[in-house]
């Protein structure tokens, strides 16, 4: 019988090829140095033999080209082996030491690991704004519940990988996942040291897009245990929201990312309304069901 890895590494992908090459380059070294599994769950809409360029070394388990995130992560992690889990995403670049810095900080009294975010887009107020909007809250310690972990930057144990991965096959996003993690008394550790970067170029329009969609299915979840009286407050609440979320990223964001907080600040703003459109529409749509 073939001995477990210590290490499984899980990249989720559905855009573009030159991305994930360089999210694949940036995991190349520690992969190989750790002797990790590594598998690509990928939303497949090229020629195999196009991938099979850029993800050499890597076991595909393709999905359906419309596949959501939640369910390429899912499908990924349930292939997976190790011990210890590591997920991130084609979109993100791995700082050198992220495998070690994770491993590191594992140990029989933790089941879930959190690395913190950074932005690898810099130069365009549009791409602060949107790695403001998107990643600024993780990285954090919420004042109640989980902490605030991203899947682009988590490492999870065996324990617990046959779960996570069939609540987000099922569709759900890392924070109905943590959620519940934490209900049953699993264990969470932040490691700040453990750096990812996100690397992707966003468009206004696009992106408002995604975070009215993204608010929308937010609220649709939270309503299924709301009353109607109280997704009408929440409704009301939503413009507020901007505001409320924009302190609560100065708050939590990576401090390396604070010097380009201007920068960014009219594009996240402008992100962070379209959320709260998507919050209140959610509500709304609840509601009138």
Not at 129 to 144: D, L, N, T, V, W
Not at 240 to 260: K, N, Q, T
């Amino acid at each position: 019988m073939t001995e477990a890895p210590l290490l499984s590494v899980v990249v989720a992908s559905f855009r573009r090829l030159d991305l994930l090459a360089e999210c694949l380059e940036s995991l190349k070294a520690q992969c190989e140095k750790n002797g990790a599994e590594l598998i690509l769950a990928r939303a497949v809409r090229e020629s195999e033999a196009e991938l099979a360029r850029v993800a050499k070394g890597w076991r595909v388990i393709a999905a359906p080209m419309e596949t959501g995130v939640p369910e390429i992560r899912g499908i990924g992690l349930a292939q997976t082996n190790g011990e210890w889990i590591a997920i991130t995403e084609d979109h993100c670049l791995a700082a050198p030491d992220w495998l070690d810095t994770l491993l590191a900080a594992r140990g029989p009294d933790v089941e879930v690991l959190g690395g913190r975010m950074s932005n690898a887009r810099r130069e365009r107020g549009i791409d602060c704004g949107a790695f403001f909007a998107e990643y600024g809250f993780y990285g954090a310690r919420s004042g109640k519940g989980a902490p605030l972990i991203t899947e682009a930057n988590a490492a999870y144990h065996r324990s617990v990988v046959t779960a996570v991965a069939e609540w987000a096959r099922a569709g759900s996003w890392e924070n109905v996942i943590h959620d519940r993690l934490y209900a049953e008394g699993r264990r969470f550790r932040l490691v700040p040291a453990a750096r990812i970067r996100q690397n992707l170029s966003y468009g206004l329009r696009g992106f408002c897009r995604d975070r009215f969609t993204h608010g929308r299915g937010y609220a649709a979840t939270r309503s299924a245990g709301l009353s109607g009286m109280r997704r009408l407050l929440h409704v009301l609440g939503t413009p507020a929201l901007p505001v409320v979320l924009a302190l609560r990223i100065h708050r939590s964001v990576d401090p390396d990312e604070r010097r380009y907080w201007m920068r960014g600040f009219p594009a996240m703003l402008l992100f962070l309304s379209a959320w709260a459109l998507g919050e209140a529409a959610g509500y709304l749509r609840g509601a009138a069901r």
